[in-house]
Each structure stands twice: as C-alpha cells, then as structure tokens.
C-alpha cells in the first residue's frame, strides 16, 4: 500500500453549532475558491449549485435551508465542490467525516480520501458504523436519504438477535457473521479485577491477525454487496463498528487505492466517535451477570464466554472495558503486517485470498470513486 498522505488531505467540512465550518489546509486563501454544493439531504444539484452565502468560512444551517427552499439540520450531510478560481486547478469535494445519529454511534462516511492516483473516494456512498437496533424515526429517514440499497452486518447471530437493526421499510440486512479471537480470553480479560493492559492489547493483536487468516469468506460477501449496489449508498457494521468493520473498511480502502497512513487515520477515529459509557451498557446488559441462561441462538463461542463470566463470578471491570473498546494502531497494524509477511501485500490477498479479480477491482474504483 501507498505510505503517503495525499496533498489534499487537509481539506475538511467540521460540524458547526449552527451548520458546517469548511476548514481549508493551512495558508490557503479560501478567497481563492469557490464552493458549490452538488448534494444535500439525499438531493443532488446537476450544475452543482453556487454558495455565495458563506461567511467567515461557516455554512449556516440558515444558509443552506435558503439555498436549498427546504429545512435542514446536522444530519442533511453537504457535499460541497471546492474549486480554485486559477484555470486548470483539480476539483476536492468536502463533505462531514462524522454524521451525528441520535441513536447509532460511530457513523462516519469513507468519502474524500484520495487516491495514490490522485482521484478522490466519492462522499455519500460508502459508510461504517456500530449496531443499529436503536435507530429513531429521525435515523431511519437519513439512511432513506442516503438511499442506503445494501447493509453489511459482521455481528453474530445472537449479537443481532438482542438488537436487530431498525432500517427503511424495505431494506434488509445482509448477515455476513464473523467471530473473530477467544471469546473465553475476551471475557476473562474484562472480568479481570486488575486491568492488564498488556493483555488485551495481545488479546485485539490476535483478532486481527485471525481476521485475516480465517475470514476470507466473509470479505468476499461484503465486496459482493458493494458490487451489487452501485447505484445507491451501503454500510458496514459490527457492534461498535471498530473491529470487524475496521478490518473492512483496511480492504475496501486498499481496493480503491486509498494510502495506508489515511486507512490507520480513519481507524483510529473510532476513539473520537464511540460512546464508551452507552457501550458499556450495553455490553452489561447483553452479557453482565443476568445473562447466565443461554439463548438457543447463542454460539458456541459465547456460550464458552459465559462459562468464564460465571468463573469471574459475572462481574465486568468497567475501566477494563472501556480500554477494550477502544483502538491502538498496534491493532490494525498487526492485520497489515500479516497481509504483508503471509500474502505479499494487500493487492495481492485481494486477488488471491478474497478473490476479486482484476475486472472487480476496476468496477469497484468506476463506482467508488470520482473521475
């Protein structure tokens, strides 16, 4: 992979209290630019509309709603056009890394990466996420905005079972499970009185490292749904949508050429974006110490894990958790460093452990990103 950050990764549209601040990279004149907006609220503009109403580098919520003759809130995700007003200048779109759900956290949009080749990943088609079995009527009409067409759910079944995903009439989730690691040494570590960080960093090493040893398979199903969903916006999730989907998102990002310091970037956002408290909750609730009796739909990793919980008389260290549930670069680098040392490079365990063929890999850049 690409070790370099791209010339035009500093520019980035920031959530505002009253709307967006567009943040250009450092000594820019943003009088020498123009802004145009191609896309809001699930609308895009062909010719992308022209934004005169922008002052001190903020896009108001009020702005916008005038540009547009409709309301618009944090979760109408503008894509704007960034154009040079010198001749022959390249085109940047900027777009919201982060979308705000009320009741899914860590959604985030792999858009405006640029490629090795100096093209740039599209905004508003590609997306990641943790669960989402708590989505309110405000999310669910989002993701109808996006026109969301494909969702990718890493979790197991019984992960799914106790929090199925609430999404459009209409719109099912393809169920890709995937049960990466120990759960007996995930269990026992965050039942652990004393915390061993040591431990569970060795202990999310080795769920990277079985990512890409054993979950070949799996992979091929997402590529699968991103293919076959060209025409409108796809997700990827797992419970906090930092494990399973970051090794997904490691795959998707190599594919289109985007390079490795912007993939480990991405990944580490996770720690900006999860919720640590409601995540402990919700870990207490599906698996704290009420949860001895095991479920039918329960796998037979979980009901091992149980059986340590039972040992550590059911009680979860909370700060143990909360280290747990957030992410090192060791983590996702352990996943490079194997691709690199088993398979010779990530192009080459998509070819040839995943499977996409060469015709895939280019539908896949025709459709992810901009000429």
């Keep these: 992979m690409n070790k370099q950050h791209s010339s035009n990764a500093n520019w980035a549209l920031i959530a505002h209290d009253n709307g967006w601040q567009i943040s250009p990279p450092e000594s820019v004149d943003l009088n020498d630019y123009q ?24 896009l108001s919520f009020d702005a916008l709603s005038a540009r547009v003759n409709d309301e618009v809130d944090a979760l109408a995700h ?40 100096g093209r ?12 989402m079995g708590e989505m309110n009527d405000r999310d669910i009409a989002v993701l109808s905005q996006l ?10 079944p019984e992960e799914a079972a106790k929090q199925p995903s609430l999404l459009p009439q209409g719109l099912q989730p393809t169920a890709i499970p995937i049960s990466p690691g120990s759960a007996i040494d995930l269990f026992s570590a965050i039942s652990d009185q004393a915390i061993d960080e040591a431990k569970i960093d060795a202990f999310m090493q080795d769920i990277n490292h079985d990512l890409v040893i054993n979950h070949q398979s799996s992979y091929r199903a997402m590529f699968d749904q991103l293919l076959a969903s060209a025409d409108g916006g796809s997700i990827i999730h797992c419970s906090a949508g930092k494990d399973r989907t970051g090794f997904g998102g490691l795959l998707l990002l190599s594919a289109l ?12 956002l996770t720690n900006q974006y ?4 409601r995540e402990i909750a919700r870990w207490t609730a599906n698996y704290g110490t009420n949860q001895t009796e095991t479920a ?49 490079g990530t192009i080459s365990y998509l070819e040839q452990q995943i499977g996409l063929s060469s015709s895939e890999l280019s539908r896949l850049k025709a459709t992810y990103l901009y000429d």
């Design 35 to 58: 802004f145009y907006l191609e896309q809001c609220a699930g609308e895009s503009f062909s010719p992308a509309l022209a934004l005169t109403e922008i002052s001190d580098a903020v």
């Design 78 to 117: 503008p894509i704007l056009l960034v154009q040079n007003n010198h001749a022959g200048s390249a085109l940047i779109r900027i777009a919201c890394r982060h979308l705000p759900m009320s009741a899914t956290a860590n959604f985030r949009d792999y858009g405006g990466y640029h490629t090795q080749y």
């Design 120 to 131: 740039q990943v599209m905004w508003g088609k590609l997306f990641r996420t943790g669960h």
């Design 147 to 156: 026109n969301i067409q494909a969702v990718c759910d890493f979790r197991r």
């Design 257 to 268: 050429g985007v390079s490795d310091d912007d993939i480990m970037a991405d990944y580490l």
């Design 274 to 277: 999860v919720k640590i408290e």
């Design 296 to 344: 039918g739909a329960d796998s037979h990793k979980v009901k091992a894990a149980r059986e340590a919980i039972n040992a550590y008389q059911g009680e979860f260290n909370h700060q143990a958790l909360a280290v747990i549930l957030k992410v090192k670069p060791s983590y996702l680098q352990t996943a490079i460093n194997t691709i690199k040392a088993e398979f010779g």
